[in-house]
């Protein structure tokens, strides 16, 4: 496109599945389609995931008693990339398209309505607003106009001319067509004269004006004025600048300019020449707006200044964000941040600014009922989601209707409950659960998996897709990170969750280069806050033993890497230290390669569990691994010394118990205060650790510093056990034991008191 020229969005949005698209941006800010395009630039897509209403866990037993979540959609708040005030009243355009009005005193702005008779919805780049109504500038380069917030916008013209760009010159509309001549017309909408040029056939690009004079700025930088009612090209006389201009604006009394180094100036009406304007800390402007008395200027750290004719640039925010551009309310300022939002803030009779509020544009979905198959369910509400609790019901596909009100209108929807089978009386031997995978557009796909009930568990998927664009979060029921340390208890569809790769993660600096005479703009621009949709799929927290708990927790992220945080003094949290604590979560070093050569290269950690002052891990190769303290032998690799990195448990004895399977792998581990047990894939529970109370299982007190096998429980005690008993689950407290049998009973060992 021509050097100076505007640039303009594309007429149709892009789309993606389970996403909405937010706008344009350069360097993660939205772009303003109002300034000239003086370099080459990429804009890159904004999106932002989207979700429905969902429960979670979407799924309990029969008995009743699971409490579940009711989370609403996420909330319609677009970003905003242009905003506009004059008189109290605003209009803002969104990435998107979207037009909103409101005044400074509403409390949300209210969406125009897209014009009758148009196919399809109509799109905006720019809206202004004037003494006698509002004007926007589809992205098709038509013009809308309406008189008050609520009407629906009618297009001005109804021939075939396209525009630019617009402005409002105290009761009248100006704006340049695509030929780079300017057209005004009158607040009645009626054009004033013929369509006039600049001289030297130079194109006009962008206008503003006031009562008196009117300006226009071409594709070189170059400044024209004249008087409201010049009738031709001989009545328009350059303004001398030394620097190209890239934005201008208009007050009752004069124009404020902005130049390619960020130098402001104003041009008073009775001036030929501007005279600069220096923000205090001599900061490079990069964005100025200007309503009838005040200018507001945003420099390239993003902070805000207010200026009046006559008076030294004031600071006008408190710091707590950083803005893209701003406007001028009268008493107060709002401004657009750099992620989009738009934040209100009062000035005072000083000029301090007030606390930025964030301005919503849609009000908070109200939950008024919840049944489950007819049968109300009790709400309570906690922050944005609610709770209900689960009745009692026979096992099977159920429905949960919840109504309320969402965007101010009624609504009702169903969410899908399962009632599951009981854990010991499941489904018919031999039969089994699939375990479908969504990779939503990501490769390889995974092959479906099918596993046995009722205690099979699915196996992560290896390797992980990739999607070009995308980083991989990990496998996902819904908004929740699956745990592959679950049994499978019906069919599952597990879907892939993506964060965008190409969200900031350095600071960088735009543009990278200049000249070396100095005083061109460049953003400095941080990496972006928001995280990864990284979720973590299971947790655990240290174990009390009856005397102290060392106060860490350990998590699995859906990333399959474990993390931890908290006290480390014991080297509990397997980062590689051996001291101090860590107030968020540090990333669990994976086991040595050196040391386990046979550790496949798609490791990842399924379960953990944390005891008083040790760690366990279930490995994706099925072995268990241990660090932190190891006093007693908890850790299970034969010794007593402690470990600040993951180490791997030892495989039961084979001598021992010879018959061990071949293929013999853990199942699921869990610490104690002083010792540890695991379910092995023989269905067996074994221990080790501190057995002074017997909380091995092995029917000694001497304390193990490899597994040794938890008894059976005893068929003379228990004549009803089953002759295929195994165990399902273990659970290890501070100095006692529990594990679930297939039988569907608990059973326990070691202290009683």
């Known amino acids: 496109m021509p050097d100076g020229s505007l640039a303009s969005p594309p007429a ?18 939205m772009m303003d389609f109002r300034t000239p395009i003086t370099r080459d630039i990429t804009l890159k897509a904004k999106w932002t995931q989207v979700t429905d209403w969902a429960l979670s866990p979407d799924h309990g037993p029969a008995s009743g008693g699971t409490s579940i979540t009711i989370t609403p959609r996420s909330a319609d708040s677009p970003s905003f990339s242009a905003l506009e005030a004059h008189d109290g009243k605003l209009i803002g355009v969104t990435g998107d398209g979207r037009l909103f009005t409101w005044t400074s005193k509403a409390e949300m702005p209210v969406q125009m309505p897209s014009p009758q008779g148009e196919p399809g919805d109509v799109r905006f780049m720019t809206g202004i607003v004037g003494h006698d109504g509002f004007a926007a500038l589809s992205r098709d380069h038509r013009i809308y106009t309406w008189s008050k917030g609520g009407d629906t916008p009618a297009l001005l013209d109804a021939d075939s001319t396209t525009y630019t760009s617009i402005a409002m010159a105290s009761d009248q509309l100006i704006a340049v067509n695509q030929d780079g001549r300017i057209r005004t017309w009158t607040s009645m909408g009626k054009p004033t004269e013929k369509a006039i040029s600049l001289p030297k056939q130079a194109p006009a690009i962008t206008v503003a004006g006031n009562a008196d004079r009117l ?40 124009f404020v300019l902005l130049d390619s180094t960020g130098q402001t100036s104003y041009l008073n009406n009775g001036q030929t020449q501007p005279e600069l304007l220096f923000v205090p800390d001599h900061s490079a402007v990069a964005a100025i707006s200007s309503d009838a008395s005040q200018a507001a200027l945003v420099d390239t750290k993003g902070l805000v200044w207010a200026w009046k004719p006559g008076e030294a640039p004031k600071r006008a925010d408190d710091g707590s964000q950083q803005y893209v551009q701003a406007v001028s309310t009268g008493g107060g300022i709002a401004a657009i941040s750099r992620q989009g939002g738009i934040f209100t803030w009062s000035l005072d009779g000083q000029g301090q600014p007030g606390k930025p509020d964030r301005l919503d544009t849609t009000a908070a ?40 009100r969402q965007d101010g209108q009624p609504f009702a929807r169903s969410l899908a409950y399962t ?49 070009e664009g995308f980083l991989f979060d990990g496998w996902f029921t819904g908004q929740v990170a699956y745990d592959f340390s679950r049994p499978v208890g019906k069919d599952l569809t597990l879907a892939a969750h993506w964060t965008p790769a190409g969200r900031n993660s350095t600071w960088s600096i735009s543009p990278d280069k200049g000249s ?20 973590f799929s299971q947790i655990s927290g240290s174990t009390y033993n009856g005397i102290f708990s060392s106060s860490f927790s350990l998590a699995v992220g859906s990333d399959g890497n474990a993390y931890a945080w908290g006290d480390n003094g014991s080297g509990q949290l397997g980062d590689g230290t051996g001291s101090g604590y860590r107030t968020t979560p540090v990333l669990v070093r994976m086991p040595d390669r050196k040391t386990y050569p046979d550790l496949p290269e798609d490791f990842t950690y399924v379960q953990v569990s944390a005891g008083a002052s040790h760690s366990l891990a279930l490995g994706s190769d099925g072995n268990a691994y241990a660090w932190g303290s190891n006093g007693n032998g908890r850790l299970g690799d034969g010794t007593t010394s402690g470990q600040s990195v ?28 002083f010792h540890s047990l695991a379910v092995g894939s023989d269905g067996n529970v074994y221990a080790w650790g501190y057995n002074g109370n017997g909380q091995l299982g092995d029917g000694t007190t001497t304390e193990r510093h490899a597994p040794v096998r938890v008894k059976t429980p005893d068929r003379k005690t228990y004549p009803d056990l089953p002759a295929d008993f195994t165990y399902l689950q273990v659970s290890a407290g501070g100095n006692h034991s529990l594990a679930v049998g297939s039988d569907g009973n608990v059973y326990a060992w070691g202290y009683n008191g």
Do not use: C
């Open 516 to 535: 070396q005479l100095g005083r061109e703009p460049a953003t400095i621009t941080p990496p972006d806050s928001a995280s990864r949709g990284i979720r």
């Open 419 to 467: 009632v599951d089978q009981p854990l010991a009386r499941a489904a018919e031997p031999g039969s089994a659960f699939t375990v479908r995978f969504d990779t939503d557009g990501g490769n390889p796909i995974p092959r479906d998996q099918h596993v046995s009930s009722p205690y099979g568990r699915a196996k992560r998927p290896s390797p992980d897709p990739t999607r």
């Open 646 to 673: 993951p180490v791997r448990v030892k495989t039961p004895d084979r001598k021992t118990y010879p018959d061990l399977p071949k293929d013999f792998t853990y199942l699921q581990v869990s610490a104690g205060g």
């Open 215 to 254: 300006l226009a700025m071409d594709s070189k930088g170059r400044i024209w004025t004249w008087k409201p009612d010049a009738i031709d090209t001989a009545q328009i006389q350059p303004v001398k600048v030394a620097h190209r201009i890239v934005q201008i604006s208009a007050t009752d009394h004069g």
């Open 365 to 404: 979905p109200i939950l008024a009922s919840a049944s489950l198959d007819g049968q109300p369910l009790n709400l309570s509400k906690t922050g944005s989601s609610w709770q209900a609790g689960m009745p009692a019901r026979k096992p099977g596909q159920a429905a949960i209707l919840i109504t309320g």
């Open 12 to 29: 149709d949005n892009p789309k993606r599945d389970g996403y909405r698209f937010d706008g344009w941006s350069e360097h993660d800010a």
